[in-house]
């Protein structure tokens, strides 16, 4: 068990074991200690490390293929960031108010695994994986496999979010909207985030995801197997029935945000928005 004499720790194994003798690890802690109030008013919370100290879990680094984005990162960072794709940058201007987006961090807001996640839907769509490190072992995961449904991730009791890496080159072209009943401090009711790579105007890559209309964010993989090779303006000439596929793409379900029948019908709306956008004159 955890004791009093432990110290924070200063790198992921550190931290990892602390996580495993019984702590639990937090950041920004913007969700955790609203869920944790009681048990900390109680005195029945377990003993909790801070992970700030671990240096490894901030930042963000860019190598030949692929793009590292410290767990630690805050939502602040990475909105103001000229390094990380536009789409994860928008979404992450999306959360909450500036004050909360200044100490939330995005492996706070992934390991959350809420399917209204403002960030996840982005990540989805630009494959990112997460690094999961433990005392004794390091794995790699795509994000959409750690999400296992609401509140759950394939996280071991010893293990912790090390890292999100995001490939490079990404796509080019990025769509990102959230309904929510007001700009600010508000939850998602539906999101959408769209994410391509053209070339000569045809679609050689597309990623679909919607958050907060099922049990995880959605990535459409029909849908974006009906777009890859057509050109955009085709994208555009088809969109009513390509709207019409988010409809069998989606599970939302009534809960006291919304009903389904309203998320089933904004989030092909909001697809059929995006394919708006692509209505370039041909001849």
Request: charged share 20%; aromatic share 4%.
């Amino acid at each position: 068990m955890v004791t009093e004499a432990v110290t924070y720790p200063t790198t992921p194994t550190e931290a990892a074991a602390v996580k495993k003798a019984g702590a639990l690890p937090y950041a920004g802690g913007t969700d955790l200690m609203i869920h944790q109030a009681e048990n900390i008013r109680n005195g029945q919370c377990p003993p909790m490390v801070f992970l700030g100290g671990v240096k490894a879990f901030h930042g963000i680094t860019k190598g030949n293929n692929e793009l590292r984005i410290g767990p630690l990162t805050t939502m602040a960072e990475l909105a103001a960031s000229a390094q990380i794709p536009p789409i994860l940058s928008l979404a992450c201007n999306a959360m909450g108010s500036p004050a909360l987006r200044n100490i939330a961090t995005l492996g706070g807001n992934i390991c959350t695994a809420s399917p209204a996640g403002d960030s996840l839907p982005a990540l989805y769509t630009l494959d990112a994986e997460v690094k999961l490190v433990s005392p004794d072992s390091v794995r790699r995961m795509p994000v959409h496999r750690f999400i296992t449904g609401p509140g759950k991730t394939a996280l071991e009791p010893d293990e912790l979010l090390a890292a999100i890496t995001i490939p490079v080159p990404a796509q080019e072209l990025f769509h990102y909207r959230k309904v929510s009943p007001r700009v600010a401090n508000a939850i998602t009711k539906v999101s959408l985030a769209v994410s391509l790579a053209v070339d000569d105007e045809i679609v050689r890559d597309i990623g679909i995801a919607f958050g907060a209309v099922g049990p995880t964010v959605i990535r459409c993989s029909p849908i974006e197997d009906a777009c890859i090779g057509l050109p955009l303006h085709r994208l555009y000439r088809d969109r009513a029935r390509l709207a019409a596929m988010v409809r069998d793409s989606v599970k939302p379900i009534d809960d006291l945000r919304s009903t389904a029948l309203y998320r089933e019908a904004v989030a092909a709306n909001l697809f059929a928005e995006f394919l708006e956008t692509l209505n370039h004159p041909k001849p």
